[in-house]
């Protein structure tokens, strides 16, 4: 089992910069990847990115590209979505997920963080 807890969510104006933080605890040495999704009201959920145990990323989702850097500190089982240029359509639930070794999907979830952009 692993647990997941996001932090660092709240609300920002336009043009600002939030960092979230994601904290794994359990089995964390069975996690692969570590993934940043989020969730705006009425919309599908969106993959942002990800990065796996050796700090490779994946491409970033086009919306966020450029704005958005994902990072992970193994010895804090930490991974961590810095968003810089927050505009109003950033504004979302955000979820880390995590994906163990030999998995395809993501298993583990946290709890969401609301992130709040006013113009």
């Known amino acids: 089992q692993v647990y997941l807890v996001e932090s660092g969510g709240g609300l920002v104006q336009a043009g600002g910069s939030l960092r979230l933080s994601c904290a794994a605890s359990g089995r964390t040495l069975s996690i692969q990847n570590m993934g940043w999704f989020r969730q705006a009201p009425g919309k599908e959920r969106e993959f942002l990115g990800a990065?796996?145990?050796?700090?490779?990323?994946?491409a970033s989702a086009d919306s966020v590209e450029g704005r958005f850097t994902i990072s992970r500190d193994n010895a804090k089982n930490t991974a961590y979505l810095q968003m810089n240029s927050l505009n109003s359509e950033d504004t979302a639930v955000y979820y880390c997920a995590a994906r163990m070794w030999g998995r395809s999907d993501y298993d583990y979830w946290g709890q969401g963080t609301q992130v709040t952009v006013s113009s």
């Open positions: 990065i796996n145990r050796s700090g490779e990323t994946t």
